[in-house]
């Protein structure tokens, strides 16, 4: 079964500082990976997919992530964080199912940034 | 519209009732979800249509939860006998269409529910 894990509930770090949130899926085909923003008060916005090609997918804001098939990882990093993004992260796998095409989320990291 | 809109957005009610929550997807999106996401956990697949249809009903946690989209547009999420378990935020989203190519999904606000 597809799953999604982002081994990481929170995470601090210092405005200016680099920043990786870690996911890792189970999926028995080549994945389409996501990773969404939750801002407090705010929906989800998606930061960047990956669906094919170059393993290194740059998205908005800044961030970027890796897709690793050998380690079946999707970390998001960033070089520079900014107070803005303390937010809620969530990583995703979608997969085919029943001639549809479903989307499953990962629990969540979430990020303080301090000053 | 621009964007997904959901209502209400806050919606207490008391254990036994049932309610209804509504999502407008974005015009031309033939692709519609919802999600459930309890309190500081992740978002939880409840179901998706696909037009009207809606061919994956697995997600829906019991009998008691129940959808249903019309004319490709306006879908209504139906919970009968509230339950405490119940209270979440629903999360709507809405995609171009099925499939990885063009499943970028956009979310609504999201409709928060308490049960008392």
């Known amino acids: 079964a597809q799953s999604v894990t982002q081994p990481d509930i929170h995470i601090t770090v210092s405005e200016g500082a680099s920043l990786e949130l870690r996911c890792n899926y189970s999926?028995?085909?080549?994945?389409?990976l996501f990773w969404y923003v939750q801002s407090p008060g705010q929906g989800l916005q998606l930061l960047l997919k990956?669906?094919?090609?170059?393993?290194l997918v740059q998205g908005i804001k800044g961030f970027e992530a890796e897709f690793k098939r050998s380690q079946s990882s999707f970390n998001l990093r960033k070089p520079s964080v900014h107070w803005s993004d303390a937010a809620e992260y969530f990583c995703?796998?979608?997969?085919?199912?029943?001639?549809?095409?479903?989307?499953?989320f990962g629990a969540g990291t979430r990020l303080f940034v301090k000053a | 519209g621009a964007g997904v809109s959901q209502s209400p957005s806050n919606k207490v009610t008391e254990k036994g009732k049932d309610v209804e929550l509504r999502c407008d997807p974005i015009?031309?999106?033939?692709?519609l979800y919802w999600y459930r996401q309890r309190l500081g956990q992740g978002l939880e697949f409840l179901i998706y249509?696909?037009?009207?249809?809606?061919?994956?009903k697995s997600g829906l946690p019991s009998d008691r939860f129940s959808a249903e989209r019309t004319g490709e547009s306006v879908s209504t999420l139906t919970i009968q006998r509230t339950q405490q378990e119940d209270s979440a935020v629903y999360l709507c989203?809405?995609?171009?269409?099925?499939?990885?190519?063009?499943?970028?999904?956009?979310f609504g606000p999201g409709t928060r529910l308490t049960v008392l």
């Open positions: 989203a809405s995609s171009l269409r099925l499939g990885p190519g063009t499943d970028t999904q956009y």
């Open positions: 999926y028995g085909a080549t994945p389409y």
């Open positions: 990956y669906f094919s090609g170059d393993t």
């Open positions: 995703a796998v979608g997969a085919s199912r029943g001639g549809g095409f479903k989307t499953i």
């Open positions: 015009s031309g999106h033939t692709a």
């Open positions: 249509f696909q037009g009207n249809s809606a061919p994956d």
